[in-house]
């Protein structure tokens, strides 16, 4: 079984920064491209950062220059550091990671993140 937790959610003020992490355990074997994704209520779950376990990156436009994706493989874990935070930030952010060898995608529960206006 494999459990992604995520840490570091909270409020900050417009402006502020915040830094995420997510952590894998169990039968992880080789975890591949790390991501997080966010959630307001009726909308979709929509990409913010991805990385691969090469360390290729990819960035929602709303957050490039703003936001930085990073990962220790040794540590199964996946961090987001999040500057300049606006309203528009406020969402419930998921990690997302893609096991190749169980061909499946997981998801932690997700974190809350308000950035008041």
């Known amino acids: 079984q494999v459990q992604l937790v995520e840490s570091g959610g909270g409020l900050v003020q417009a402006g502020g920064s915040l830094r995420l992490s997510c952590t894998g355990s169990g039968r992880l074997l080789s975890v591949g491209t790390m991501g997080w994704y966010r959630q307001v209520p009726g909308k979709e779950r929509e990409l913010v950062a991805s990385i691969t376990r090469d360390a290729v990156k990819d960035y929602a436009d709303s957050v490039k220059g703003r936001f930085t994706i990073s990962r220790d493989n040794a540590k199964n874990t996946v961090y987001l550091q999040m500057n300049s935070l606006k309203p528009e930030d406020t969402a419930v952010y998921y990690c997302?990671?893609?096991?190749?060898?169980?061909?499946?995608?997981?998801w932690g529960q997700g974190t809350q993140v308000t950035v008041p206006d």
């Open positions: 997302n990671a893609f096991i190749p060898a169980y061909r499946v995608n997981y």
